[in-house]
Every structure is written in structure tokens, then in C-alpha cells.
């Protein structure tokens, strides 16, 4: 069983929130600090993410700025990232020699372009730290031991006692049973971070296409107000996705998995002309170009096959219509079929760069200035085990880094 005073500080999960707390506790405590990972191969999902060049975070440096695009977990991540914030991620990642560059669209990636350079990061600041990584390590179950911290039981292993415990194994499932077993509460799990699936024949045809600011508007069955975002959408062969598309997809997950994704999309093509000077767009066509077909000359803002489908409901019986011919009531119908395009979501879609579990232990159970459990001080917590989830972008890589950092260096603390 060991002295007590010798007991490691113990972390289950050799993920990025499990790998940045080690690193943390181990160059802070005196005692021996162990990582249990249940695979052969840590940071797997640090390897595929961002299509294989991992996102480690997002260039937004003001935490009441950050915490929006957390559908869940924005008001308890307000405290840590006043702590460790995506500033103090990149010094971190530079002080071990990683580089990073920001996109135009603000994510941040190792300027090599390449995962295997974070994973070679932290793999080397672990060593140097002296953590003790376990591999093939399957955490089956964890006690509380009756004189103090833990009784950890791994796959084919002797019992590991533990001076204190973080939980860090993502959304897997045994992970959640542990906390649960520990008196933790887990919320619904659903999937967050997806596309829209539908058929619909005015984007038949047209995957690739699509308009770096749309307005959406999404209506599901027993919520009053819609979830709306402005921003990028694109085309697929499957129906939509874009940043625009993945942030509703992500607010809306509970209400949208609660319907079987079945919903009503209304989407804004032109969200920075109103209504009114649409209109009189039309208006003046028919004055200084009436001799043209509409469908050959739309807005230059609209892809132009985009331009002919979204009008077809008004154009497929008259494909030839000129602007000389439109009637104030067939402006309004054109109007409409920009401004107020009504779609049905069917299904649910994969994006496959990056996807990630609403839901978790439940954020009241936590005490967030330590990422102690409050059900049991020596247990701590940090990463996708938390309901906790960002929009994508890097943010779901920071909850790993903040919540990681601060967990470790409470648990150094504390021993
Ligand atoms: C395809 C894909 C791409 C992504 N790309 C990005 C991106 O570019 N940017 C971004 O911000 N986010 C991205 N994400 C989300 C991000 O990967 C996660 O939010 C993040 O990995 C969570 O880190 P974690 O350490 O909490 O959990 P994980 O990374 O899931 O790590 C948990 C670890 O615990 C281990 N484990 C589980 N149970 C046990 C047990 N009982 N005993 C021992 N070990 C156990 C697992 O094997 C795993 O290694 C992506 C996700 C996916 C799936």
C-alpha cells in the first residue's frame, strides 16, 4: 500500500486536459505524479483533430469575449480564463518551442501545420516533469479509500492507491460511470458540433457553393424564441454546414436531438441589404435593365446557379421572366425567397475536423477556482468529462488547457 506520504497524485486519461495537468502537478509537488492511459497510444484525439493539424486554440484574448462560444459551461469558465486563457496557451506552447499562427478566421495552429508537434510537445514537457505515464492502463474502477484519497483498480493490475485523483477521460463512457460511482451527477449526452442534413431541390446539385454571411434562424418545436447566427455557409452534398451552421448546430444540441433533428431553418441570403432596398433593387432593374432575364443577372453577392435555385419557386414557370415584367406582388415573392428561404432539417451530419459530447458532469458539483469536486476534495476534474463544450474553432482544446492547468496546479498545491 505504500507510505502514505509517498502516494501518488493520480491522473486517469492521457488526453490533452490529462497530459497539460500532469505536466502542471509534476513541476510543482514532491510527490511521484502518475498517468493512467487505457490506450497504447496517448492524445489520440490531439492527432486527428483539425483534420490532422490540431486547433489548439482561438486567437480571442478577452475571457467575457471567449466564454460566448461556449454553449455550455460560458458562465463557470469566466473565473478560470482569468487564470489561463488561450494568451497563456500560446506563451506556454512557445516556452516549450511550439510556434503558433493564427488563421484569418482566428484559429491557432503549430506553425508546422502538423498535430504529432503538440503531441511531441507535451510528450517531451511530461517526461522532463518526471510524470510517470502509464500506457494500456484501463481504469476500471475507484474507491474512495476510507484513511484518505483513492483506491484506483486498472485491468490486470494490483490496486494503485492515490493521495488525489483527476478524472480526465473525455467523453468516454466508463469515465462518466467512475464519476458517477463517486457521487457525481452526469447530464444527457448528446452530440454537439454537426451539420444539417436535408433534401431540398433548390441546393440540388450545388455542394461546394455557398456565402460568407447568410442569417439563420432556427425554429424548434417547444422552444418560443429561435437560435439564430450570422456568418459563413456552405453547400454540401448532404444539405448545409459552415461555421454558421456548426455554432446553431452546437446551441441548439439538447432541443435539436430532443426532435430528432427535425426543423425549420429559415436562412437570410442577403443579411446586409433589407428587405426594403432589395426591393427597390428590383424596382430599379425594371427601370434600367427591364430587358434582362433575372435569371441570368442576379446580385454579384450570390454565387449565380445559387441565384437561379433559390428563385426557382418564382422562376420554374416562367425561366425567361425579364425584370420589365415583374408585378410589385412578384417582387415581394422574390424578396422572400432571398430573405426568408424556409428549409426542413432531416438529419443529424458529421463534421468530420471536429466533433465533441454535449453533456457531462454536471458544473454545479464543481468548485471552479480548484476543479475540485465538491461531492469529494482529492477528486478534481478537467476536460470533455465536464458539461462543458465549445463551438469549433480551438475552444474545445481550451477548456482542456484551462481546466487541465488549473486542476494540476491545485492538486500540487493541495498534497
Ligand atoms: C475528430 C475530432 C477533431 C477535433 N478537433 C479539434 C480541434 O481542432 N480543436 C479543438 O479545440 N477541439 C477539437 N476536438 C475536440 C477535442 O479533441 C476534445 O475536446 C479534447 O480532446 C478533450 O480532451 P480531454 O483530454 O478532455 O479528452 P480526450 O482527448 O478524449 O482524452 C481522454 C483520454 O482518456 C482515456 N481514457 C478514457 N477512459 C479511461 C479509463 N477508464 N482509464 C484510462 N484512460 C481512459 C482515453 O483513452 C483518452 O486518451 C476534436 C474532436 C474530434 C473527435
Sequence with gaps: MGNKQDRPLVIVGGGAAGYFASIQSAQRTS?????????????????????GRCNVTHHCFDPVQLVKNYPRGAKELRGPFSRFQPRDT???????????????????????????TIIDCLRRAADAAGVEVRLGA???????????????????????YAHKLLLATGSAPLGYKIAASLGHTITDLVPSLFTFGLKDTRIAGLAGLGKNQVALSLTVEGRKRPFTHVGPLLITHWGFSGPAVLKLSAFAARELFA??????????????????DLSAWFCQQKEQAGRKQIAKNGLSEIPK???????????????????????????????SCLKKSSFYTETKGVF??????????????????????????????????????????????????????????????ES
Design 31 to 51: 510527490r511521484p505524479v502518475v498517468l493512467l492511459e487505457a490506450t497504447r497510444v496517448p492524445l489520440k484525439k490531439v492527432k486527428i483533430s483539425g483534420g
Design 90 to 116: 500560446c506563451a506556454w506552447f512557445e516556452s516549450q518551442g511550439v510556434r503558433l499562427k493564427t488563421e484569418s478566421d482566428g484559429r491557432m495552429f503549430s506553425v508546422t501545420d502538423s498535430s504529432q
Design 138 to 160: 484501463l481504469v476500471k474502477e475507484v474507491a474512495p479509500d476510507p484513511k484518505g484519497g483513492f483506491v484506483i483498480h486498472c485491468r490486470g493490475q494490483g490496486p494503485l
Design 259 to 276: 426532435c430528432n433533428y427535425a426543423a425549420r431553418l429559415h436562412i437570410d441570403w442577403l443579411p446586409e441589404m433589407s428587405a426594403e
Design 305 to 335: 446557379r445559387l441565384w437561379q435555385s433559390l428563385l426557382q419557386p418564382v422562376l420554374q414557370t416562367q425561366p425567361a421572366l425579364i425584370f420589365a415584367q415583374l408585378s410589385t406582388a412578384k417582387i415581394r415573392e422574390l424578396v
Design 352 to 413: 468530420k475536423d471536429e466533433f465533441v459530447t454535449c453533456g457531462g458532469i454536471k458544473l454545479k458539483e464543481i468548485n471552479f477556482q480548484t476543479m475540485a469536486s465538491k461531492k469529494n476534495p482529492d477528486l478534481f476534474l478537467a476536460g470533455e468529462i465536464l458539461d462543458i463544450d465549445g463551438i469549433t474553432g480551438g475552444f474545445n482544446f481550451q477548456n482542456a488547457w484551462t481546466t487541465g492547468y488549473i486542476a494540476g496546479c491545485a492538486m500540487a498545491e
